[in-house]
């Protein structure tokens, strides 16, 4: 999640630049992707894309270098929340969200043995019901990178949009954002998918990079919800996976029975916020006990109205500093 590909093509909108350090021979050490924005119509936010260790050199290259009044570091591990990046800064931090991961074994037969009675009897004989029933009328198809097509990826999505759609909520994936991450998809997507008479009936689309692999779709058609085509394809795919080699198995985003099911465990995630600037931090520690700070986001009135209340504090406490950026190309 620290790579260019994810900063350009999975991150909506996407980063605007790169940071970076150079190692003794030269070479890019270490780097990161951001984002510049404004945060409440006044004070500068810079915004990273992907995880980034505190302690690393190029994030302390930011704290020392950087002229923004805030930086927002996402998908920070419990572990990590602790490090302080200065002790003239103040650091406000949030749950954000969960890693449900699954620490895949070296063999299928150890994968079944770490999950629960019931779904350890309930994956294969879903799969026995779906060979009875179905007899030779299916079949099973596993694409990777330039090998997905267009149309599967976008029969995929479409499952995806009908499910929402027939639970009454919106699916994320609209044609824009699909758009987007097709890059992503045919670099580093697998697609797990399962056809009944020539018709795409269920897939997963996982993201992997390296030893890891990042569950970002799993769709059906709800006309045979009593199938659970959704378990049968996911457990078809874990197999794949581990036979491939993958170690760890991320079902991002949120939180499903299923994931526990699969043998999933939660890993909190944390958005830090580093203030640079003692005013933004008040501001901020404001917002929240206003609760407000989402009213600002969509509201250009009220962030104008408010900012102009701080300005004047605003211009004793200049954002200092300079930092060496580029623009990504």
């Known amino acids: 999640m620290s790579t260019l590909a994810f900063a350009e093509s999975y991150c909506d909108p996407p980063a605007q630049r790169v940071s970076y350090v150079m190692d003794g021979d030269g070479e890019i050490g270490e780097a990161c992707f951001y984002r510049e924005e404004k945060w409440a119509g006044m004070f500068k936010s ?11 050199k190029i994030l302390q290259r930011l704290f020392c270098d950087c002229p923004a009044d805030l930086i927002r570091i996402p998908l920070l591990l419990t572990t990590t929340v602790t490090a302080q990046p200065g002790e003239c800064r103040e650091i406000h931090f949030r749950r954000s969200a969960d890693d449900y991961c ?3 074994p070296a063999s299928v037969e150890e994968y079944l043995s770490r999950l ?4 350890r009897k309930h994956l294969p004989y879903y799969l026995r019901r779906l060979k009875r029933e179905w007899e030779k ?13 267009k149309e599967s990826y976008g029969d995929l999505l479409a499952l995806n949009r009908l499910r929402m759609d027939r639970k009454g909520r919106r699916s994320l994936w609209t044609e824009k954002l699909a758009e987007h991450r097709w890059g992503l998809a045919s670099e580093f997507g697998s697609l797990k998918s399962i056809h009944y008479r020539d018709r ?8 992997v990079y390296g030893k890891d692999a990042f569950l970002v779709v799993i769709a059906h058609d709800p006309e045979h919800d009593r199938l659970n085509l959704g378990n049968v394809c996911l457990w078809l795919t874990i197999e794949d996976l581990i036979a ?9 985003w949120g939180n499903s029975p299923y994931k526990e099911q699969f043998g999933a ?4 995630l944390y958005e830090v916020t580093v203030f640079m600037n003692p005013l933004a931090a008040r501001v901020w520690r404001g917002a929240e006990l206003l609760r407000i700070e989402k009213i ?3 509201s250009n009135s009220a962030t104008q109205k408010i900012a102009w209340f701080f300005s004047a504090a605003r211009r004793d406490h200049p954002g200092q500093g300079a930092s060496s950026r580029e623009g990504l190309t």
Do not use: D
């Not at 465990?265 to 909190?268: D, E, K, Q, S, T």
């Open 200 to 207: 795409f009936v269920a897939g997963t689309l996982s993201f």
């Open 296 to 298: 600002w986001g969509l």
């Open 244 to 252: 491939r080699g993958i170690t760890r198995y991320h079902l991002l």
């Open 116 to 119: 629960g009675s019931k779904t």
């Open 102 to 104: 699954i620490e895949l």
């Open 137 to 149: 009328e299916w079949r099973v198809e596993q694409t990777s990178g330039l090998r997905i097509t």
């Open 46 to 56: 810079i915004s990273l894309m992907g995880r980034v260790e505190p302690s690393s």
């Open 265 to 268: 465990v939660a890993h909190p």
